[in-house]
C-alpha cells in the first residue's frame, strides 16, 4: 500500500509541483486547496478542501483522508505567504494573519493530524520553513517571526513524537522562481506608498527581492528534498534547498552575530 500524503497550500507554486511529483513517484497525495467546491480527482493525486485558518476545515479533511485510506503517513505544511511590511506599519489584523497562517494554522493542522501517526507509531511531519527563519532582513520582519517560529515549532515537537516514531523536520527554503510575488506576497499600503518614511529602503530592497523570486529557478529541488526526508530515516532534521539558504544557514552558524549581520549588509547593499 503506497504512503499517503498531505500538502497544505498546494493549488499552485511549490505545494502544487510537489503533488504532482510525489503522485507521479506512486504516494496517494492529497493536495489541500481553499477552493471549497474542488472536485476530488482520481487517481494518486487528489484535491481536497482545507483552509488551515478554519479549524473545522482541517478535521474535515483529516477525518476524509482517513475514512478514504485508513491512515496519514506524512503531512507537508506548507501554507503560507509572506507579509511585506516594516514593523512599525504592520496593521493588527496583518500580524494576525501572518501568524494565523504560517504558524498557527500549521499548528492545528499537525495537532490533527498526531493522534493517527501515534498510533500507527509512524508518520513524518515536514514544515516548509525558509533561510528567513535562520536570518534577518528588511521589510519581512512579521515572516521572519513567523517562520522563525516554525523552526521552534520543529526542534521542540521532535523531543514530544520521539517515543512515537514520528519524525518530524523542516526545510529552509531559499528563493524560487514560484508565483510568490504575485498569489504568495501580501504589502502593507503604507510601506509601499511615497509617504513612508521608509520608501527609500523600499525602493531598493523590493525589487531584489521580488527579481529572486520572478527569474529564480524551478522549485523541483524542494520536491526533491520532501520526498529524500519522507524515504530517508535518517535525514537531516533541517534541510536548506536553494542558493539562498544553502549559502546564509551555514555562514549564519559560522560567524558572530556582528560579524553575519555584516555580510547581509554587504549583499543587498542595505
Do not use: C, W
Not at 20 to 42: H, I, S, W
Not at 92 to 110: A, P
Not at 181 to 200: C, F, I, M, R
Not at 208 to 227: C, F
Amino acid at each position: 500500500m503506497s504512503k499517503v500524503v498531505l500538502i497544505t497550500g498546494a493549488t499552485s507554486g511549490m505545494g502544487a509541483l510537489t503533488s504532482k511529483f510525489l503522485a507521479d513517484n506512486g504516494y496517494t497525495v492529497y493536495a489541500g486547496t481553499r477552493d471549497e467546491n474542488v472536485p476530488l480527482g482520481e487517481g494518486n493525486l487528489k484535491n481536497i478542501y482545507i483552509d488551515v485558518t478554519k479549524t473545522d476545515t482541517i478535521k474535515k479533511a483529516i477525518n476524509t483522508i482517513i475514512k478514504n485510506e485508513g491512515k496519514i503517513d506524512v503531512l507537508v505544511n506548507n501554507a503560507g505567504y509572506g507579509l511585506l511590511a516594516t514593523l512599525e506599519e504592520g496593521t493588527d489584523e496583518e500580524i494576525f494573519n501572518q501568524f494565523d497562517v504560517n504558524v498557527f494554522g500549521l499548528i492545528k493542522t499537525t495537532r490533527e493530524v498526531l493522534p493517527y501517526m501515534r498510533a500507527a507509531k509512524s508518520g513524518v511531519i515536514i514544515n516548509i520553513s525558509s533561510f528567513l527563519g535562520k536570518m534577518g532582513l528588511p521589510l519581512l520582519s512579521h515572516y521572519n517571526a513567523s517562520k522563525y517560529a516554525v523552526e521552534g515549532i520543529v526542534d521542540s515537537l521532535r523531543f514530544e513524537t520521539l517515543p512515537f516514531g514520528v519524525r518530524v523536520h523542516s526545510i529552509e527554503s531559499g528563493l524560487f522562481g514560484t508565483n510568490f510575488v504575485k498569489k504568495g506576497l501580501v504589502a502593507n499600503a503604507k510601506t509601499t506608498s511615497e509617504d513612508s518614511p521608509y520608501k527609500e529602503l523600499v525602493a531598493h530592497f523590493v525589487p531584489i527581492v521580488a527579481k529572486a523570486i520572478n527569474e529564480g529557478p524551478s522549485a523541483q529541488p524542494i520536491a526533491d528534498a520532501i520526498k529524500m526526508i519522507i524515504e530517508d530515516e535518517n535525514a537531516p532534521i533541517a534541510v536548506p534547498v536553494g542558493a539562498e539558504a544553502t549559502t546564509f544557514v551555514p555562514m549564519r552558524k559560522s560567524l558572530s552575530d556582528e560579524e553575519f549581520e555584516q555580510k547581509v549588509k554587504e549583499t543587498f547593499g542595505i
